[in-house]
């Protein structure tokens, strides 16, 4: 009573009010020390993805699985018993410094066991250094450049998204057997687009299929309307989209609106949820590869992942990045799980042609990560994108056929990947 | 460089279906124009950037935060209002926006170095972002624009959807009526006024305050419509204005600081010098628009149609 009346009368603080703040106050400053005895228990992930920029969403939905698959993990018991904890750093979208500072922290300060990241494939790579430096784990959810599991591989780094070269392969022979030979090509122009243009031309080359034109489209292009132009005269069969993200929807936006989609059949290799939900329902066309889709009736343990990703989300479905983002998290247990311990290099030779149970690869033909590449060997999803789905407004792809990745994912001395195992 | 644009040679005559420009000098003539479009809607977001630095020496970086805010405020008015009632109520929502951002923020680095205007816009370009990011979500969001608009209207030379016709329209009438409010009105005398000598126009017992509030504002109206015109051919997602802000500031540099017809010019220029580098050497579309700036400072700094000694 006495304490209320003090302290309305004039933003007056009393003694106690002031001892208690006090002690709050020191034990905020003092809780890295408490914190130390109890990370001992707690074993650690750190995901450092973009959650700022052009890849926010995409970062943001693989953060969204990798969170229900803690929330799993932990309600299973943890990881050898112990708590899983899930430390979440803002790499950027585009600034490797940032992504290499904060992997280095999440390492060296906070003493990560797992690193996850980066939705860049050159942020990936660049936090794959440091991983590799330091001994530690580190699952690349979806950054797809050929190089992190094939010329730059390293024996503690792994992958589960597809390669390029998977995903043009995939889709190829559909193209070709379905529309014509005549392709037109519409390149980013970064490694993930030239690796992409190889992968397909390397592809569709021994089915008959030429190129009758490419433009290289510098990454961030706002008007495609000259590319398409070009694309137009050379009147091919199939014009290819090789774009990501905010390119991908301006330049399909842009080619629909031309009506290039009516003459021409568009296409690409790789497609996402999140960029056709960015599009006006009459740009939603043509013919795509997803990684991981949603709508997968008759597979088992889909729909309940659906269903629980849904309640983190408000309603909206998960995309191939939650997917992403759950697998990769959830390979980190299973690794520590398999070796029955911690230590890198154990889990890493446990995770050699490892084979992700049903409830985790969530797809008809299962996945594993092939030995001496740390490639993870998913199915694909090829098909078509629609204007809107027949029953769920987020189901705008129909799927038309499952192609296995071990029958596109070529040999082993292919990919380019030699590993060297520590002592 | 590997992938130069091969082409087959074209199949004769063009045929019914493709009746496409298949020759180079109709590559370029198209081109020329589709510049021209592209740089209008450059001389727009320039112009209000122009504007606001004429009078005030305030160098909005969060320009494009105003963009994406009026592109986003007109997503969200659509379902009520409509595509046009949106594309006129946006802005001016966007503008009164401004307007509160220049009494709360701005204002207070008026006369200091332009360093202090430049770190303040930076930092505020980087809360627009994140709030928009933060009220409408990290994912593209999908905006519809009447489908009678997002037709061609001719398959053959021009290759332009009526979308482009309205845009180029809308910025061509709205760059008429700001220099028809600049010469003719008292505000815009007063503006103009003001960006040659403001102390005296305070002296003559012109509320300053007001003037640079009001000119903000009509600044910032014309970074939101950019924004609403643009949601129509770019995918709508936070960083829409990042994407846009620098070709601003380039047309700036090259028409010449303290002017807005070079300012216009400067937009129109790097939109058809973009334009028609796709067509020789795609690669480059994006940098030659800063070689221009390069090849301007070294041999006239001014600008095209800039003032000596400013700046």
């Known amino acids: ?423 | 460089m590997r992938h130069k644009g091969e082409r087959e040679s074209p199949q004769g005559p063009s045929t019914a279906v493709s009746g496409a420009p298949a020759d180079m000098n109709q590559l370029i003539l198209f081109n020329l124009f589709n510049g021209l479009i592209v740089g209008a809607f450059y001389a727009l977001m320039a112009l209000g950037l122009s504007l606001i630095m004429n009078l005030t020496g305030v160098i909005n970086f969060a320009h494009g935060g105003f963009l994406a805010i009026g592109a986003y405020l007109a997503y969200s008015l659509i379902p009520y209002v409509g595509f046009w009632g949106a594309l006129i109520i946006a802005p001016l929502l966007t503008a009164a926006i401004g307007l509160v951002v220049e009494r709360l923020l701005i204002r207070r680095v008026y006369g200091l170095d332009p360093l202090y205007s430049l770190l303040l816009t930076f930092g505020l370009a980087f809360i627009l972002e994140d709030a928009t990011r933060l009220i409408w979500g990290a994912q593209a969001v999908a905006y519809q624009v009447p489908s009678a608009l997002t037709t061609p209207l001719s398959y053959d030379y021009f290759f332009l959807t009526g979308y482009r016709l309205l845009m180029v329209a809308i910025a061509a009438v709205v760059v008429i009526a700001l220099f028809v409010i600049l010469k003719y009105t008292r505000l815009g005398m007063r503006i103009r006024a003001g960006t040659t000598d403001l102390e005296t126009v305070s002296a003559l017992g012109v509320n300053t305050s007001i003037l640079r509030n009001l000119n903000f504002g009509l600044g910032i109206y014309l970074a939101g419509l950019a924004g609403v015109l643009a949601a129509g051919q770019l995918g709508l997602q936070p960083t829409i204005g990042s994407s846009l802000i620098m070709p601003s500031f380039v047309s700036i540099i090259i028409g010449g600081l303290g002017s807005l017809p070079g300012t216009l010019l400067g937009g129109l220029l790097i939109g058809v010098a973009s334009s028609l580098t796709s067509v020789f050497y795609p690669s480059a579309t994006e940098a030659v628009m800063y070689v221009l700036m390069a090849s301007v400072l070294l041999v006239r700094p001014r600008g095209l149609l800039g003032e000596e000694g400013r700046f």
Request: proline share 4%; charged share 20%; net charge negative.
């Open chain 1, 1 to 423: 009573m006495d304490r209320t009346t003090r302290s309305l009368a004039g933003f007056g603080v009393d003694r106690r009010t002031l001892l208690k703040s006090a002690a709050i106050g020191v034990a905020g400053v003092a809780s890295p020390f408490v914190q130390t005895a109890r990370a001992a228990e707690t074993v650690r992930i750190g995901l450092d993805d973009t959650f700022t920029g052009t890849y926010a969403a995409l970062g943001k939905n693989e953060m969204i699985g990798a969170q229900l698959a803690v929330e799993q993990i932990n309600a299973k018991g943890g990881i050898l018993g112990r708590p899983v904890e899930l430390l979440i750093e803002d790499s950027t979208s585009g600034d490797a410094g940032a992504a290499v500072q904060k992997a280095t922290k999440l390492i060296e300060r906070d003493h990560v066991n797992f690193l996850l990241g980066n939705v860049n494939s050159a942020l990936a790579q660049a936090m794959a250094q440091v991983a590799n430096s330091h001994g530690v784990l580190h699952v690349v959810p979806g950054g797809h450049t050929d190089a992190i599991t094939g010329d730059n591989c390293h024996w503690n780094v792994f992958r589960v998204c597809n390669t390029t070269a998977m995903e043009t392969a995939a889709v190829a022979s559909v193209l070709i057997k379905n529309f014509g030979k005549k392709f037109y090509y519409l390149i980013p122009d970064y490694a993930f687009g030239h690796t992409l243009h190889s992968g397909m031309e390397r592809a569709a080359k021994p089915l008959g299929g030429i190129s009758v034109g490419a433009d290289l489209v510098p990454l961030g292009t706002t008007d495609f309307s000259s590319y398409l132009i070009k694309a137009q005269a050379a009147n091919p069969d199939v014009i290819i989209f090789f774009f990501a993200g905010d390119d991908m929807i301006n330049a399909l936006k842009q080619a629909v609106q031309f009506g290039l989609n009516r003459k021409f059949h568009l296409a690409g290799a790789q497609q996402e949820l999140e960029a056709l939900l960015g599009l006006p329902p009459e740009a939603r066309v043509g013919t795509w590869v997803f990684e991981w889709y949603w709508n997968q009736p008759g597979v088992p343990h889909v729909e309940e992942f659906v269903a629980k990703i849904r309640q983190k989300t408000g309603g909206h479905v998960p995309t191939a990045r939650t997917w992403f983002g759950y697998a990769s998290t959830w390979t980190c247990a299973l690794a520590a799980e398999t070796a029955k311990s911690l230590d890198a290099v154990k889990m890493a030779r446990a995770l050699q042609d490892f084979h992700l149970p049903p409830e985790v690869a969530l797809m008809p033909n299962g996945a594993f990560y092939r030995a001496g590449q740390n490639q993870l060997i998913p199915d694909l999803f090829v098909g078509n994108a629609r204007e809107k789905g027949p029953k769920d407004p987020e189901d705008l792809f129909e799927v038309t056929e499952v192609v296995k990745g071990s029958s596109v994912a070529g040999t082993l001395e292919e990919t380019g990947c030699k590993m060297n195992w520590p002592a």
